[in-house]
């Protein structure tokens, strides 16, 4: 049975959280295509409009600004087609869905309107649902976002929901993953965290309907949080999946740690001891993991140790001790209870000063021996510290170079040394004490 057939065997439609509203690629309804927004009338204004619910110039800043206008044109590259090439696929790049599922809106044709394009890469309707059904119905003067919803709009506002539909590329689900394969023919390594890519993404909300999501967006804390435990569920998703989580003889290697692997045959190596692993063993890419844990402290205080002592039980099994999919299955079911806490939590000054310096313990323990747990720990100090300066908690310009410096020393994967990041956190814990003392 190929991979196909063995999806759907498996009755796998990837959708959202809810269970109730699918990801914009697998709704039933038809695309109709960016043509049916852009309209000078509509989202294609060249400014924004004043008193009014919609800014009306969403397509505009898309099309000008947001690099998901270009992601299908990603394809045409050289080192695309070289990619497809290496890959064995039958078609070019930007004609094969494994590579058109996440750079572009890759509906199957009978969904597809007269005006639909998948030139448009990550147009309007790969986030917000196809249109069909609700694109008259989201104009009327008592239009009703619910009523929306239930005919295909997408709930961007909702924060899992959100996390859900970003990961699906940026991170991978049962459906779609950059494998190992995939990167060893030139891919870029994927690295994601939600709030910064959220904040990266040129906005395209405003007034008063857009009040409400930016209110949301602008919840940091908790969108680290949420894209956090959702990234460590999806991990465990692919991994426990009977087609996704193998390659061949071998699990995907690209659930594992990369530099566990590659790195020079003579250097010394101690990727697994934060872990207690023997070595020799690959071990798991567990940097979403980690933050979790971080995550459960504050959310749910009393599940927290529980869900350390089932992170603890499935690297134990990774090395041979027990069954790992079972671990992994049994994890996994632990992290998707803490979700709806995580969902509802609004995280006090307490919660955000106690995550932040729980971090870089972490850190001057040790615990970032990886460059994947060190970057993970670096944006979610960033978007700590951002929250904080905007709730007056933090003076950014005092800890502004020790941050700087942290990032650094990030610069590159294949160069990262684990006591240069110690010493940044170091820094960094130094200079937000101070910081907070005044």
């Not at 448009?120 to 694109?135: F, K, Q, S, T, V």
């Not at 632990?334 to 995280?347: C, D, G, S, T, V």
Request: with cysteine; aromatic share 6%; glycine share 6%.
């Amino acid at each position: 049975m190929d991979r196909a057939l063995a999806f759907l065997a498996a009755g796998i439609l990837s959708a959202s959280v809810f269970g109730q509203t699918p990801l914009p690629q697998n709704a039933p309804a038809r695309s109709l295509g960016v043509a049916s927004c852009a309209s000078s009338l509509c989202h294609g204004s060249v400014q924004p409009w004043s008193d009014i619910r919609v800014r009306q110039d969403e397509y505009v800043t898309w099309v000008r600004h947001d690099r998901h206008a270009r992601a299908y044109v990603t394809l045409l590259t050289e080192r695309s087609v070289a990619i497809a090439r290496k890959m064995g696929y039958a078609r070019p790049a930007h004609e094969t869905p494994e590579c058109l599922d996440c750079h572009a809106h890759n509906v199957p044709r009978e969904r597809r309107g007269p005006e639909f394009m998948l030139s448009d890469g990550i147009a309007c309707e790969a986030c917000h649902g196809p249109a069909e059904r609700w694109i008259k119905s989201h104009v009327e003067p008592n239009a009703r976002r619910n009523a929306n919803i239930a005919r295909g709009l997408f709930p961007t506002r909702n924060p899992t929901a959100r996390a859900q539909l970003c990961l699906s590329c940026h991170f991978g689900n049962e459906q779609k993953v950059v494998t190992h394969r995939m990167m060893a023919a030139g891919h870029p390594r994927l690295s994601f965290e939600f709030d910064t890519f959220t904040h990266l993404q040129p906005p395209h909300y405003g007034g008063d309907r857009g009040a409400a999501a930016a209110a949301g967006l602008a919840d940091g804390v908790r969108n680290w949080a949420v894209g956090q435990t959702l990234a460590a569920d999806s991990l465990l998703a692919l991994l426990v999946h009977p087609v996704r989580g193998r390659d061949g003889l071998f699990p995907e290697p690209v659930l594992f740690d990369c530099h566990a692997c590659h790195h020079p045959m003579s250097t010394p190596r101690d990727a697994g001891a934060r872990l207690g692993i023997a070595p020799g063993l690959v071990r798991l890419n567990d940097s979403n993991l980690i933050m979790v844990r971080h995550i459960a402290r504050r959310v749910a205080p009393g599940e927290a140790e529980a869900l350390a002592q089932a992170s603890a039980a499935l690297y134990a099994a990774i090395a041979g001790h027990d069954d790992p999919l079972a671990q992994a299955r049994r994890l996994r079911t632990a992290i998707q209870a803490l979700m709806p806490k995580i969902e509802a939590h609004r995280f006090s000054a307490e919660d955000l000063h106690a995550i932040f310096n729980s971090l870089i313990d972490d850190g001057l323990a040790g615990q970032y021996s990886d460059y994947q747990g060190a970057e993970q720990a670096a944006m979610a100090l960033q978007a700590l510290a951002d929250f904080m300066a905007r709730r007056a908690l933090l003076a950014p310009p005092a800890i502004r170079p020790a941050m700087d410096r942290m990032m650094a020393t990030l610069a590159n994967d294949e160069s990262y040394r684990a006591p240069e990041f110690t010493l940044a956190l170091r820094e960094l814990r130094k200079r937000a004490e101070e910081a907070r003392g005044k």
